[in-house]
Structure formats: structure tokens, C-alpha cells
């Protein structure tokens, strides 16, 4: 039995207060949630924003590739290849903004672009620029001028 006129012993160094519950509950603070839910809610009109602009982010990056491979051509480059390049890169900007474009295509043209452009400082032969005019109008629907097969017997 504990003894009444005996002074309350001090708290213990290793439990200086006593165990229960704390003041003001378990969780997370007001303003942590309202945080939490305004990115939320910025995320969600991010997300909706880009599934709307997605064209328009897709056209823009394909002019900022055409420029990074206009400062990659080879410096003996036909005006006429270099044109001919500028059109393909053209009709793809029309066939994006049409919504025309088989997306299974555009995906691999973006992989023939991380290829042929992957590495900066890289010049490009004759023959990349070629591959990347064919894609290029094959995408946007036009036929690459090729040579004439001999026909057949």
C-alpha cells in the first residue's frame, strides 16, 4: 500500500509523462491534408490538361526535333534532300494536327529519332537522313520515292 504522507516520487527519466493517449489525437495535422489535396487536385488538372494538349505537346516536340537534326546534317547535303526533309517533318505537323496519324507508326518513328538523333554532337550520314525521310512520309502518308523495280517476267 502506498503511504500517505510519503512526497510523490519523481517522474521516471524514461517516461517522463505519463503513457495514454496525447492531446489532439493520432493523424495526420489539418494542414498536411488540405497539402495533400491541393496537389491532388493540381495533379488531376495537370493530367487532364495534358490528355487534352497532347497534340499540341506532340507537335511541338517534333519541330524541336527538326531543328536539333538541321543542326546535325551532313554539310554536303543536296538542298533538295534538305527540302525534301523539311516536307516530310511538314506533313507529319499536318497529320498531328489532323489526328490522322497511326499512333502504332508514330511510336516507331520516335524510336527511329532516339537512334538516329540519340547522341548530341553526332553528325548524320546521307543514309540517316534518307531512313528519316521515308519514315517520316510513310507516316504521314505519303509514298518515299524509290527506285523502280525492274518488272517481272
Do not use: Y
Amino acid at each position: 500500500m502506498t503511504d500517505p504522507t510519503r512526497p510523490a516520487s519523481p517522474p521516471s527519466p524514461f517516461q517522463p509523462r505519463p503513457a495514454g493517449p496525447r492531446p489532439g489525437g493520432g493523424g495526420c495535422s489539418k494542414p498536411a491534408l488540405l497539402g495533400c489535396g491541393a496537389f491532388l487536385v493540381l495533379l488531376g488538372i495537370g493530367a487532364v490538361i495534358f490528355v487534352v494538349k497532347s497534340t499540341d505537346i506532340a507537335r511541338w516536340w517534333f519541330h524541336k526535333v527538326e531543328a536539333q537534326v538541321a543542326t546535325q546534317l551532313p554539310p554536303d547535303l543536296p538542298a533538295a534532300d534538305r527540302e525534301r526533309l523539311h516536307a516530310a517533318f511538314a506533313g507529319l505537323d499536318r497529320g498531328l494536327a489532323s489526328g490522322k496519324l497511326d499512333p502504332a507508326g508514330l511510336q516507331q518513328l520516335q524510336t527511329q529519332l532516339g537512334q538516329v538523333i540519340g547522341k548530341p554532337n553526332r553528325q548524320l550520314t546521307r543514309q540517316d537522313v534518307a531512313g528519316l525521310t521515308a519514315a517520316l512520309e510513310r507516316l504521314a502518308g505519303k509514298t518515299s520515292a524509290s527506285p523502280a523495280t525492274p518488272p517481272g517476267p
